[in-house]
Every structure is written in structure tokens, then in C-alpha cells.
């Protein structure tokens, strides 16, 4: 199939414009390359910026303990912060320890 002259006008006159195209493809892929750079270089100056964790330093200073378990530590430390009319009072009221574990279902 052969190319006929009015073929080759319509072609030469769009050839300006392919052009343009694909020259601005190319700015384009430079412009989001640069771009991209850009976000880089913020994002590595926020992360020098900020604050870092401490990291986990294995047996350290909670290595040393005298002992006793965490929990025997807590509850220690919760009875010397109440108050002796706190005792009094828990001793006056009669505990379960079945309280609120069943519950009663009639027919």
C-alpha cells in the first residue's frame, strides 16, 4: 500500500505536535525524578531531626532486682499508700470470692 501526497500533508503537519509530546514526556519523567529527590531529602531531614527511642538494652539496670516478683513489688507499694481507715474499713466487709462469677438463670 502506497502513501499518497495528502497522506503525507496530513502527517508533516502533526509531526510539530508528536513532537511537543514527546519532549514533554520527557520533562515530565525529569520533573518527577526531581520531585522525587525533593521528598527524599525532606524525609532524611525529618528523621535526623526527630527524637530516637532508646533502643532495648538487654540486661541493664532492670537486671538488678532484690528478688521478689513485679507483683509482690506493686502490692507492697499499694498498701503503703493507703490510709489506716482504709484497712478498717476492708476488714468490716465480707468479701466472696465467688461473688459475681455464676449467675442464677430461672425457667
Request: aromatic share 0%; hydrophobic share 25%.
Amino acid at each position: 500500500m502506497a502513501i499518497s501526497p495528502i497522506d503525507l500533508q496530513t502527517l508533516f503537519s502533526q509531526v510539530d505536535k508528536i513532537g511537543k509530546q514527546e519532549n514533554a514526556q520527557r520533562q515530565g519523567a525529569a520533573i518527577q525524578q526531581s520531585l522525587q529527590q525533593i521528598h527524599n531529602q525532606l524525609q532524611t531531614e525529618e528523621r535526623i531531626q526527630e527524637v530516637n527511642e532508646a533502643q532495648n538494652t538487654g540486661e541493664g539496670a532492670e537486671a538488678v532486682t532484690d528478688g521478689r516478683p513485679r507483683q509482690r513489688e506493686d502490692e507492697d507499694r499499694q498498701k503503703k499508700e493507703e490510709e489506716p481507715g482504709e484497712e478498717e474499713a476492708k476488714k468490716d466487709k465480707i468479701s466472696d470470692p465467688d461473688l459475681g462469677r455464676n449467675i442464677d438463670v430461672l425457667l
